[in-house]
């Protein structure tokens, strides 16, 4: 283990911030995140997963330690399903990909999503109508302070919308090491309910998807839609979709017939925050390297040398306008690190 100094994490967050952690090292066992944890002469530690969901505003004055815990097991399996323990450190879309690859159903729909495994329940990670916790079992969490593994079932994670126990309550608690799924071996459950996979298989003419077919589906819906953070950083969706009351919706679609929106309940709606901020004119812009990306105005990107606070002046200008425009509030999906 080596810790160094004033260490650039360009490199270590999707969105491509050059911030500086005032130390860094890296972990590839539990023993040695217990060593990082127990560090006295570093009173202050932040840990970094796949630094996927993160806007770094600032540099960070800590012992940045980062999981590269790696390992993917069967636990158990019999004719029809599989149940899988996935390290940390795994990233997420070489996991969705190793499982298409053993015939295992489940995460396809999850397909290119950037990130590491341990990161993907703090927020829930969905896409096109499949979401982490339908197909969790539990996770591994070490306690930061008495170092102790707990073991947490779908419930006690109290998963929802972009939401989990690990980014509220346990925020800042505990470090995720493993987490658990459930996978189907065969008749797998094909969702395809989001428009845009059923417009996809068509063009390629399949009627009968495979779970292959559902991936590459997604993958080049992503691909025509969202940026690769590998040539221009991002976070994916910077802001959740807001969810307004029954009563809000009504007025706000009649006084925007137009606008697309997704019933949540009997008393709530969602409302696609990308057609809110694209609305207001700010779809394509770019200020300095901080820009709303040209084809999906939900997600906020760096041209390549954006500092945090310049694309958080961005976000903070889109939130104003959306409000004054709509008397909406849109929340950051991503987290802020400051
Ligand atoms: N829209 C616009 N303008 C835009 C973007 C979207 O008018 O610039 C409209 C679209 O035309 C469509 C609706 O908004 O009618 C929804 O757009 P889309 O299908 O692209 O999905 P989204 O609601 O914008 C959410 C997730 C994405 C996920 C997709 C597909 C959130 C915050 N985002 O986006 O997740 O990939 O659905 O399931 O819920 C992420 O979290 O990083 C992410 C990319």
Redesign the pocket.
Known sequence: MKIIADFSLKNYNTFGIAAKARFFVEVTTIDELITALKLQDYPHKFILGGGSNMLLVQDINALVIHLNIKGIAVLEEDENNVVLKVMAGENWHQLVLWTLDHGYGGLENLSL?PGNTGTAPIQN?????VELKDRFVSCEALHRENLQIATFSLEDCQFGY?ESFFKNEGRNSYVIVSVTFKLSKKNHEINKS?G?IEQELQKNDIKNPSIKDISKAVIAI?NS??PDPKKIGN???F???PIISKSEFEKFTEEHPAA?FYKVSEAAYKI????L??QCGF?GKRFGDAGVHVK????LVNYGNASGAEIMALASNIIDNVRNKFGIAIVP?VNLIK
């Open positions: 999503i990670i969905g896409a096109y109508g972009r989001y845009a992503r839609k969202l976070s994916g969706s802001f959740k979709n697309p696609p925050a990308g057609w901020i694209e779809k999906q105005a939900l997600v999906e």
